[in-house]
């Protein structure tokens, strides 16, 4: 049997891990930079990496503006599943989970994270996150951003590649 400490702290990364996709999905960016730690990095496919939390601040409200675009009926809407945490020591854990995204026109694009986690003044936050899109639905936002990135020579957002 764990620890106390040990089952208390695979709740507040599960927590952690499902407080990304609320923020994010709500747009609520300054929320989703303080889960991370101050140097935290964010690992995109294509090799880009968010490093710190103003930079991150940066991407993704960028990234959030692309995904609304004009649309004012636009939403997404991030499924997170299989978490799976393993603790290292009480200050340091890893772990690894699925997500797959839904926006207004349906099914948008899948794939994995791969954390490392913190404890930083009493609470767990992610020191890097890695995401690996694995796929992406024709006609979705997605895919379209990943066609505009390759037409311009870019490398991030959804499924070419960004964050999830």
Do not use: K, N
């Not at 997404?76 to 020591?89: A, E, F, K, M, N």
């Not at 994995?112 to 767990?124: G, M």
């Amino acid at each position: 049997m764990s620890a106390s400490w040990e089952v208390a702290a695979r709740d507040a990364i599960r927590e952690l891990v499902a407080a990304y996709a609320h923020c994010g999905d709500r747009g609520r960016f300054d929320d989703l930079c303080s889960l991370f730690a101050p140097d935290g990095v964010l690992e995109l496919d294509g090799g880009r990496v968010v490093a710190g939390r103003d930079a991150l601040l940066a991407f993704l409200t960028d990234t959030g503006q692309a995904v609304r675009g004009e649309d004012e009926h636009a939403f997404i809407r991030h499924h997170v599943s299989s978490v799976q945490v393993t603790i290292d020591d009480p200050d340091h854990a890893h772990g690894a989970s699925y997500f797959f995204v839904v926006t207004q026109r349906g099914p948008d694009h899948w794939g994995r994270y791969r954390d490392r986690y913190v404890r930083a003044d009493a609470r767990w936050v992610f020191a890097h996150r890695r995401v690996r899109v694995d796929g992406v639905a024709p006609g979705s936002w997605a895919a379209e951003r990943r066609r505009s990135l390759h037409q311009t020579g870019g490398g991030s957002g959804p499924g070419g590649r960004g964050p999830s």
